[in-house]
């Protein structure tokens, strides 16, 4: 079985020898995360943030939490995505979804997948928005607009605890590695 097969431009067939490979974090639910607020029609929706995620993905019940009106047919996918570990994820379509972002709309192919995060806006999104996250700020920043970071929780973010964690963690790694 192929890692990814996905027609994403609609122009060419799905081909089964395809060899296309998806990489995507496996990790629960975090604080130590970058999310930004969404709108999907005025329902709001929480999209973690990373960068180490080559396209964006969003889950099953993440997407029966959206209007279908705001979404298209899903096109169905064979395959997987090859977690951050290793493990295989298994995928079962791509479809566009509209969505906001502050007062910026954005309508952003996603795979439809089995993960723990309902929504992860992958690098593909950052590449094509020509944005990047600022952690000093925990902003994500485009051109033209800035939004703010959050917790998992919709809370503002706090950059320097997270940062602080991170540190924290990977000294007691390299002190445990001694």
Avoid: W
């Avoid at 099953?60 to 298209?72: A, D, F, M, N, V």
């Amino acid at each position: 079985m192929p890692e990814i097969c996905i027609n994403l431009d609609n122009t060419s067939p799905i081909n089964s020898a395809c060899r296309h490979y998806v990489v995507i974090p496996y990790s629960p639910p975090t604080s130590s995360a970058y999310y930004v607020m969404a709108r999907v029609e005025r329902k709001k929706l929480l999209m973690m943030v990373d960068s180490g995620c080559s396209q964006s993905i969003i889950s099953c019940q993440g997407l029966k939490r959206i209007p279908e009106s705001s979404y298209t047919k899903p096109i169905k996918v064979i395959g997987s995505g090859i977690l951050a570990d290793g493990s295989r994820s298994p995928l079962s379509g791509s479809t566009m979804i509209e969505f906001e972002l502050d007062s910026k709309i954005f309508r952003q192919r996603f795979l439809i997948g089995d993960i723990t995060n309902h929504v992860l806006l992958g690098l593909d999104f950052m590449e094509e928005n020509h944005c990047m996250l600022d952690f000093t700020n925990a902003t994500l920043n485009f051109e033209d607009l800035i939004v703010a970071c959050c917790t998992v929780d919709g809370e503002p973010l706090n950059p320097n605890a997270i940062i602080g964690s991170m540190k924290r963690k990977t000294a007691q790694r390299c002190v445990g590695a001694g």
